[in-house]
Every structure is written in structure tokens, then in C-alpha cells.
């Protein structure tokens, strides 16, 4: 069966840093474009950035160059290094594997939590 956990969800005061990583099993992960959602309360979920199997990125323009994405297909794992937090960026962060390209489902994990407060 396919699993995606995140991890790396916390606390962390205005201004900190913090890398999410997300690890993926059941798919062929090469093969897939990976992204970061995030949804936080009383709004939408929202696309925060994507790395297709080709290494291209796109974010979020409201992310003004503090978040990267990036992949390490060896490990089967998706990170986000999210810099400058801002009270903004609290919510539920969600990796999400595309399978549209491959002709699967696209998969979530379950999310993982961040706050950023003083």
C-alpha cells in the first residue's frame, strides 16, 4: 500500500526556520511530482510548492522566496525548508504525491502540524 508520513512539524517563533520532510512508500518515487499543500484554519488548502520528477519547482508567489522543495530520490523523501516564518504560515502542512503522469491516484499523507508563534 502506498504511505506518505511528514514529520518535522513545531512550535516555532516568528522569524525561525524548519525543514518538513516527507517519506514515501508504495510508489515508484522517481517517478512521481511531489508537492507541499498547507491549509490552515477556516481557509482552503493551498498549493505551496511542487518538484516534478525532473527537478522544476514552482511555488506559491505569496511564499516571496522563503520556502524551498526539494527531493532525494535514494530516500524516497520530499523536504520543505521553510525560512523567515511568519504567523501566516500556521497550518496543517500535507505532502502530496501527483500520480498523473504515471496513471495512478494522487496520494496525501496525513499532515503534519505547524505553528509559528511568539
Known amino acids: 500500500q502506498v504511505q506518505l508520513v511528514e514529520s518535522g512539524g513545531a512550535l516555532v517563533q516568528p522569524g525561525g526556520s524548519l525543514r518538513l520532510s516527507c517519506a514515501a512508500s508504495?510508489?515508484?518515487?522517481?517517478?512521481?511530482?511531489m508537492g507541499w499543500y498547507r491549509q490552515a484554519p477556516g481557509k482552503q488548502r493551498e498549493e505551496v510548492a511542487t518538484i516534478s520528477r525532473f527537478g522544476s519547482r514552482k511555488y506559491a508567489d505569496s511564499l516571496k522566496g522563503r520556502f524551498i522543495i526539494s527531493r532525494d530520490n535514494a530516500k524516497n523523501t520530499v523536504y520543505l525548508q521553510m525560512n523567515s516564518l511568519q504567523p501566516e504560515d500556521t497550518a496543517v502542512y500535507y505532502c502530496?504525491?501527483?500520480?498523473?503522469?504515471?496513471?495512478?491516484?494522487?496520494?496525501w499523507g496525513q499532515g503534519t502540524q505547524v505553528t509559528v508563534s511568539s
Open positions: 502530496n504525491a501527483d500520480g498523473s503522469q504515471v496513471g495512478t491516484p494522487a496520494y
Open positions: 508504495g510508489i515508484i518515487f522517481r517517478l512521481y511530482t
